[in-house]
């Protein structure tokens, strides 16, 4: 067979005649994209991938067709090229009609798999579904008691009735795991030499230390308190998270090799200069521990606290004095913390002033319903106007009435002082639960205006080189300890990529999403959520113990079934949502309208879903070229083109028989093995 | 020798009643008339369709226009009396006959002039001569080489040499060799191809045969679209006529060559023009186009060397054979030999066929022969190349007609579709249609097309409904370079080009659509606004009468007003109103 | 006539077209024309049938009948207007004539009326540009439309059907 010289890239190569551009660039380790193309079919072309460049060609050439001649200079990866297949993936996807991943995992912070573990606790495993929220979350059954849950207001199940218990399946999984002997311990990876330093033991720090660790670091995890844990352990209370199973957490982080060392406060132990010269890289994970102050008249009385000061005089074992009238300011999850332990602490009258509506408060529903139930009066459309004062302790709140007015920024109507209307209040005490600060004494990192450190937000690099910072101290400020553990993680990486010596910022990956309506949920049974039992009001504000026991593992597995499993069976291999995420599209310029598609259709052995299909015609192809069977075909014509099975039953049964290959040969995920 | 009546019988004519007036005819003229009554194809006067014409007992010819069925008598009265001049007003005025004189005419030479269905008229018209020549006096070689010194070039649009292709395929190995005809006219306005197979079928089977003969093909296919039904029935008759006379089958005219020709009837699917989705449909599947390479010169139908011309194309062969192809050469221009039939119609005064040299500028085929725009208006542009081409803007109008010279302008020279566009043509709409037109006619199979077309359609009807956006243009000529770019096949590569050339020519009317939300041609109803100017208005009411949604109030012999909220802007208000009182902006 | 026996097709009426064609390769496309001529659509048990006589999937046959725009899979009426959508005849106000239809006779694109008189299909050329807008009625074509006209052309066969 006669040879033939060209270039691909520049790089010299060999074929012989009859070899297609494809074939010897794939030889030589060059990867020509391609959707529709396999060896055992016949060329199509319809992708539109695998146009490569020749110099002196005027048009572009499809690689998986094009035989190679002598002499060709072909550039694989030119701007012309790549424009056309930036494109080809743009369009593909504007009529791509698939969730790549459920809206649970996407709302999540972290990333979490919440599908994957669910059905893992539907199937009664729950190791195996441990071993999936590991990999973004390694505090699962403390984030599982106390997760404001995101991934459940998404979730398409408040399409039919009520949302999965993510959150509570979470932490039935992972404290059954927490009671086994043999519970999951991931790999290490071989030791790097590199050493890291991260500041902070709370959720961030925890997070950042344990995947570096299990990367093959030398990790050293400092904290200032005397325990590690954060503001899950000093600033959430006993009966939200028991302490021991944040300790049994943390032993197995220290597990996976980070070194602990506690009651070290950076610039009072060790200067932040020394600390940084023991270290290859510092990750600043350091919290907002500052209460915001009220801002009003008399807010330097004694018995005026802030709210985290007061959860964690609690958490260890020396509580502020509170007396027996309790009035909290804020609406928040901190707010509702500070009620309900006042409660707990044996306060008679326990008030939480916020200047707007129930509907308006940033805290959890459940949380709110609850610490009603435990007695908490709520003075809505109130806001202290000045702290009075006798001996110079606090003793009567002077309230300005609110009204509310227009919308803001966020949306949410804003409070508007009624004028001249007042209310008088009589207190023991004054907690401000409306806002943490972060306290950077000793670090010397940029920050911004708020005074937080600021960080970039894709590489979390501070202004001091191999310096990062991750969590509530940085830009933004305080949010969810979930979103701290997102920022974490990612941050992991690309620590990692800098030790390797080429840092790499992390980019959030392309995913397609469905649009969807009640009515494309129609035909589904109802099943509402499996209820639990939380204990007796009355017996609650007695004890710190938890407000229920969670989920039995029949009532899990019951619960995790409801999932409707949105995402896409074949996400981790799909070859379409790699090759989007290689070009970086953007799609949603192209956004129109999308074919009309059946809901899924069973053929024997296989589930189509049409809207996923992107007519690269390869079952079509596969069936009638490799299987020799011909019971796929293209209907119709131009953008209204679908993939069609033979419509007579019992023939398509005995002809499909368990052959497989078209659902093998797809690209994408709309052909699924049963 | 007897008069001769002939009534012009294409499908134009046919649409204009010219069925009715040979029938009104033949009850008049029995036996013993003094004239015979016989049909001809389409000559290309469309607009003045239905043509009858006279040709007296010394051959001169009295060609009558525009006839109605109850004209026919004053025919046949002109006939019985040799009195011409009682023909009066249905004689065709001078300027009129001067769309035909003004042209040179060889694709089209027998068009309208002879029988379609009589081979022996074409006979007496030099048919099968130059087959005859070439069948007995040339090899195959000598053939191309003819072909070659002619310069013709592919008619169907991608002005391909002719003798390339048939000296590719008759290079190619093999002994089972196909000639495919191309007859699948699809190009929204034009017609040429439909002109010649109704009313010169001959001439095409005479310039596939010594294609044949020169490439190599025992077997020919006519691939003939759906929608031309009397061309598939007179191109039957022909098929079998020549069979009947030995110009067809076996041994043609007693050599050792033999050849015969079937008709494949389209079903009905554009992309089929495009020449390996074609080859799709004759083998009975879908027209999805394949890739190329390979080329049908090397396998093509069936995995056989095929080539494939167009109609036009074979039209110029027994011509140029005859004549030679140095006199073809002669007309044209340095890089386009020949003639060209251009099918011009939209807002001229005169619309039909026109065969020009190459050479000839734009100005010279819609002004100085269909006449310039109708009703007073005025020229705003011209499409060339149907939903492949684009369009040309006044300032072009003296770009000299040639394959050359019309691509640069952003069109091409294409079938020879020329759409002809006054003011009141909305140049985004009109790009809109093309590109509405190509998403309904895409095979499906790529994505740059496929979703590209769609897409670009969906912008575009965007724009046109008012709801056009800040970067939309840019949005569309991105889009546009890698459609252009991508697609597999002619189609797809080609489908931007409406919307490029009006971009390039017309953008301040997609800029008028997008940021003022108007429509400078007044046709984008969403964006147009209905006003009854009170000046002008008596309060006749007759506008509100006819409005069909009671958009219209006011009291009688008032000035009346319209509600632009309940208005769906359907204009029976202003055709109703008989002082031009509604003014739409 | 019930449901049962509407949806029941005479198959025998394909024999002359499959002996004739069935054994030469690539005449699906003819095949199916036939069967459209014979029925005036495609019903499902003739392309079962064509099937098991060609030797073709059913699933190619779909394929090849819906990709292209002459084959109809339901009954259309005893007239089908083709209406002309081409460039010559969008531009002279083939939108005006479609509007005039759908007045006259209540159908759009693909539209039968109920009383199966008249069906709508848009073509995209009929090649009679220089009488744009044209339409074709069961192979005759009208050129040099107006809105009247059409409505007097749909009038003139619909006294024609009903005196037949």
Same mark, same amino acid.
């Given at each position: 067979m006669s040879e033939i010289k060209l270039t691909i890239n520049g790089l010299p190569c060999v074929g012989s005649a009859g070899e297609t551009i494809l074939q010897i660039a794939e030889r030589y380790g060059i990867h020509i994209p391609t959707l529709?193309?396999?060896?055992?079919v016949q060329h199509?072309?319809?992708?539109?991938?695998?146009v490569v460049e020749n110099e002196g060609s005027p048009k572009l050439l499809r690689g998986c067709s094009t035989l190679a001649t002598d002499g060709m200079a072909i550039q694989t990866e030119g701007a012309r090229a790549v424009q056309a297949r930036k494109i080809a993936l743009e369009l593909l996807m504007s009529d791509h009609d698939g969730d790549c991943v459920g809206p649970c995992r996407l709302a999540c912070p972290a990333e979490t798999d919440c599908q994957s573990y669910v059905k893992q606790v539907a199937l009664g495993n729950t190791h195996e579904a441990v071993r999936i929220v590991k990999d973004k979350l390694p505090l699962p059954a403390s984030i599982g008691h106390i997760c404001p849950h995101p991934c459940e207001k998404e979730c398409r199940r408040n399409l039919v009735e009520e949302p999965i218990s993510i959150a509570l399946i979470k932490r039935f999984m992972s404290m059954a795991e927490l009671k086994k002997a043999d519970r999951w311990q991931p790999e290490r990876s071989a030791p790097t030499g590199k050493r890291v330093g991260v500041i902070g033991g709370g959720p961030a720090g925890l997070t950042a230390a344990y995947y570096l660790s299990l990367k093959g670091h030398d990790v050293t995890l400092t904290e200032q308190?005397?325990?590690?844990?954060?503001m899950l352990r000093y600033g959430i209370p006993q009966y939200r998270l028991p302490k021991d199973v944040l300790d049994a957490e943390i032993a197995d982080i220290a597990a996976a090799g980070v070194r602990m060392e506690n009651g070290v406060k950076i610039g009072?132990?060790?200067s932040f200069a020394d600390y940084r010269a023991r270290f290859d890289a510092v990750v600043l994970?350091?919290?907002?521990?500052k209460s915001s102050p009220?801002?009003?008249?008399?807010?330097?009385?004694?018995?005026v606290y802030g709210g985290i000061d007061f959860l964690r005089s609690v958490a260890l074992h020396d509580p502020l004095p509170i007396g027996k009238n309790v009035a909290i300011v804020g609406g928040g999850n901190t707010a509702m913390d500070a009620c309900r332990t006042a409660v707990r602490l044996g306060a008679e009258n326990v008030y939480v002033i916020y200047r707007r509506t129930r509907a308006e408060m940033p805290a959890a529903a459940d949380e709110i319903e609850e610490a009603i139930e435990e007695g908490v009066n709520f003075k809505f459309l109130t806001n202290p106007a000045e702290l009075l004062g006798e001996d110079g302790k606090v003793k009567t709140v002077k309230l300005q009435v609110m009204e509310l007015g227009e919308p803001d920024a966020s949306g949410r109507r804003s409070p508007v002082p009624v004028e001249g209307k007042f209310e008088y209040l009589d207190v023991d005490c004054v907690i401000a639960a409306i806002g943490q600060k972060t306290d950077s004494t000793g670090i010397d990192a940029e920050l911004n205006r708020r005074g937080n450190i600021v960080a970039d937000?894709?590489?979390?690099?501070?202004?001091?080189?191999g310096v990062f910072a991750v969590g509530?101290?940085?830009?933004g400020g305080a949010d969810i300890a979930i979103a701290a553990i997102g920022e974490a993680n990612r941050a992991a990486d690309v620590v990692d990529s800098y030790l390797h010596g080429a840092l790499v910022p992390c980019k959030k990956p392309f995913v397609s999403q469905r649009y969807v309506t009640a009515a494309d949920y129609a035909d589904r049974e109802r099943k509402p959520r499996v209820q639990i039992k939380n204990r007796d009001a009355q017996a609650r504000r007695?004890?710190?113990?938890?407000?229920n026991t969670g989920f039995t593992a029949e009532e899990a597995m019951r619960e995790a079934s409801r999932?409707?499993?949105?995402?896409?069976?074949?996400y981790e291999k799909c070859t379409l949502i790699r090759h989007a995420n290689r070009y970086e599209i953007h799609p949603e310029r192209f956004e129109g309208e999308k074919r009309r598609h059946d809901s899924e259709k069973r053929l024997v052995v296989i589930e189509r879903d049409q809207g996923k299909?992107?007519?690269?015609?390869l079952c079509v192809r596969v069936c009638n070229?490799?299987?020799?069977?011909?019971?796929l075909g293209l209907i119709g014509r131009g953008f209204g083109t679908v993939v069609k099975p033979e419509f007579r039953e019992s023939a398509a049964i005995a002809g499909c028989a368990d052959c497989r290959k078209c659902a093998e040969a797809?690209?994408?995920?709309?052909m699924k093995l049963l | 020798m007897n008069a001769r009546i002939v009534v012009g019988q294409g499908s134009c004519g046919l649409a204009a009643g010219a069925a009715d007036v040979y029938s009104a005819l033949a009850q008049l003229l029995?036996?013993?008339?003094p004239a015979t009554l016989g049909i001809t194809g389409c000559i290309g006067l469309c607009y003045l369709e239905p043509i009858v014409d006279v040709y007296d007992a010394q051959g001169a010819l009295h060609r009558c226009v525009?006839?109605?069925?109850?004209d026919a008598q004053r025919i046949v009265d002109a006939v019985r009396t040799q009195d011409?001049?009682?023909?009066g007003a249905l004689l065709i005025e001078k300027e009129d006959e001067e769309f035909l004189t003004k042209q040179t005419r060889i694709?089209?030479?027998?068009c309208g002039v002879?029988?379609?269905?009589s081979i022996e008229d074409y006979i007496a018209h030099d048919g099968y001569q130059a087959l005859e020549k070439v069948l007995k006096t040339m090899t195959p070689e000598q053939v191309i080489e003819e072909i070659k010194v002619s310069?013709?070039?592919?008619?169907?649009?991608?002005?391909?040499p002719t003798w390339f292709k048939w000296n590719a395929a008759r290079s190619s190995a093999g002994e089972e060799k196909y000639l495919i005809c191309?007859?699948?006219?699809?190009?929204?306005?034009?017609?040429m191809d439909r002109a010649v197979l109704e009313s010169d079928p001959h001439n095409l089977i005479e310039g596939m045969l010594i294609a044949a003969y020169a490439m190599g093909a025992q077997e020919a296919v006519v691939y003939v679209r759906a929608e031309y039904p009397l061309a598939i029935v007179r191109l039957t008759a022909a098929i079998d006529a020549a069979r009947e006379h030995g110009y067809?089958?076996?041994?043609?005219?007693?050599?050792?060559f033999s050849c015969s020709i079937r008709i494949k009837a389209g079903a009905?699917?554009?992309?089929?023009?495009?020449e390996t989705a074609l080859i799709e449909s004759l083998e009975g599947s879908r027209g999805m186009p394949r890739l190329k390479p390979p080329f049908p010169a090397e396998s093509?139908?069936?995995?056989k060397p095929s080539n494939i011309n167009n109609v036009e194309t074979f039209a110029n062969v027994s011509w140029i054979l005859l004549n030679g192809g140095t006199a073809f050469a002669a007309m044209g221009t340095e890089n386009s030999k020949g003639t060209k039939v251009f099918a011009v119609t939209g807002k001229v005064r005169r619309g039909g066929l026109v065969e020009i040299p190459m050479g000839k500028t734009l100005r010279d085929v819609?002004?100085?022969?269909?006449?310039?725009?109708?009703?007073g208006r005025e020229f705003k542009a011209v499409q060339l190349g149907g939903p492949s081409g684009g369009c040309v803007p006044a300032a072009l109008l003296d770009t000299v007609i040639d394959y050359k010279n019309l691509s640069a302008?952003?069109?091409?020279?294409?079938?020879?579709g020329m759409v002809v566009m006054d003011d009141t043509t909305c140049m985004v709409g009109i790009a809109k249609f093309f590109l509405e037109f190509t998403t309904k006619e895409?095979?499906?199979?790529?994505v740059h097309c496929r979703i590209g077309t769609k897409r670009l359609s969906e912008i575009l009807e965007r724009i046109v409904s008012g709801n056009?956006?800040?970067g939309d243009v840019e949005l569309l000529e991105e889009l546009c370079s890698s459609v252009k770019d991508g697609a597999l096949c002619g189609l797809g590569q080609t489908a931007p080009n409406p919307i490029l050339t009006t971009i390039r020519y017309f953008r301040n009317e997609y800029d008028a659509h997008i940021?003022?939300?108007?429509c400078p041609a007044g046709q984008c109803k969403p964006l147009l606004t209905y006003a009854i100017d009170a000046e002008k208005?008596?309060?006749?009411g007759a506008c509100a009468r006819k409005c069909p949604v009671g958009a219209i109030s006011g009291e009688l012999k008032k000035p009346h007003s319209v509600d632009s909220e309940k208005?769906?802007?359907?204009?029976s208000c202003q055709s109703a109103?008989?002082?031009?009182a509604v003014q739409v902006d | 006539m019930c449901e049962c026996q509407k949806n029941?097709?005479?198959?025998?009426?394909l024999e002359p077209t499959l002996a004739e064609?069935?054994?030469?390769?690539?005449?699906l496309i003819t095949i199916l024309q036939h069967t459209q001529e014979i029925y005036g659509y495609i019903p499902t048990d003739a392309v079962y049938h064509i099937a098991e006589r060609t030797g073709e999937t059913p699933a190619k046959i779909m394929g090849v009948a819906t990709f292209? #725009?002459?084959?109809?899979f339901t009954a259309v009426g005893k007239y089908l207007i083709l209406l002309c959508k081409g460039t010559a005849c969008y531009v002279n106000g083939a939108d005006r004539i479609a509007e005039a239809i759908l007045d006259e006779l209540g159908i759009r694109d693909g539209e039968t009326t109920e009383d199966g008189l008249f069906s709508l299909s848009l073509v #995209?050329?009929?090649?009679c540009c220089s009488l744009a807008p044209v339409m074709m009625i069961n192979e005759k074509t009208y050129g040099s439309l107006t809105p009247d006209k059409v409505r007097q052309i749909l009038r003139d066969l619909r006294k024609e059907a009903q005196q037949a």
């Open positions: 529709c193309h396999k060896e055992e199509y072309g319809a992708c539109g991938l695998c308190m005397p325990q590690m844990g954060g009072r132990d060790i994970a350091i919290g907002a521990w009220l801002g009003c008249p008399g807010e330097t009385l004694d018995g937000a894709c590489s979390f690099l501070t202004s001091l080189e509530d101290a940085t830009n007695g004890d710190f113990e938890p407000v999932c409707l499993e949105c995402g896409c069976h074949d299909c992107i007519l690269c015609g070229e490799v299987a020799g069977k011909g019971l797809c690209p994408t995920g709309a | 029995d036996a013993s008339a525009r006839v109605k069925p109850e011409y001049s009682l023909l694709a089209l030479r027998h002879i029988d379609p269905e310069g013709l070039a592919g008619r169907g649009g991608a002005g391909f191309n007859a699948d006219e699809g190009d929204p306005g034009a017609f067809l089958g076996d041994h043609i005219l007693g050599t050792d009905g699917a554009f992309v089929c023009g495009e093509g139908y069936w995995q819609i002004f100085d022969i269909a006449g310039g725009i109708r009703d302008t952003g069109a091409i020279m294409g079938s020879g895409s095979c499906g199979k790529c056009g956006r800040e940021r003022e939300k108007k208005c008596i309060g006749c208005c769906i802007r359907c204009g109103c008989r002082f031009g | 029941k097709v005479d198959l025998m009426l064609y069935a054994a030469v390769k690539g005449s292209y #725009s002459q084959f109809r #995209s050329c009929l090649g």
